[in-house]
């Protein structure tokens, strides 16, 4: 957590995932794969990571929203975040459809 990413998607949601963490969150690049081949060459991983770990503008943003990312992360599971708040809520309404059906 909070370290940018260079993604490979292949299947399922991994697209999907890869244009948020490239295009939305900013936290990484995503690498083109060689229209030929369908591959990835060396090269172009190469220049992703260099991307991601530089000192350019594109690197430092990439570096900050992965740092902002990871802060709100920690802040949603901490005690009271709001993915502790959830799965309480969570726990807490499926014991009562449990004890609805033990009931019955």
């Known amino acids: 957590m909070g370290v940018p990413m260079v993604v490979m998607p292949q ?3 991994q697209p999907t995932n ?18 030929n081949s369908g ?4 090269e172009e ?4 990571v260099r991307r991601v770990m530089g000192e350019g503008e594109m690197g430092i943003e990439m ?22 708040k ?3 809520e969570f726990v807490s309404r499926l ?6 059906l033990a009931r019955r």
């Open 18 to 35: 890869s244009k948020l963490v490239e295009g939305l969150w900013k936290v990484g690049v995503r690498v083109k794969v060689d229209e």
């Open 11 to 13: 299947w399922t949601d």
């Open 39 to 42: 591959l990835v060459g060396r």
């Open 86 to 88: 959830t799965i309480d």
């Open 63 to 84: 570096k900050r929203n992965a740092k902002k990312w990871r802060e709100l992360a920690i802040e949603a599971v901490n005690e009271g975040g709001t993915s502790d």
């Open 45 to 48: 991983v190469e220049l992703c």
């Open 95 to 100: 014991a009562s459809v449990l004890s609805v």
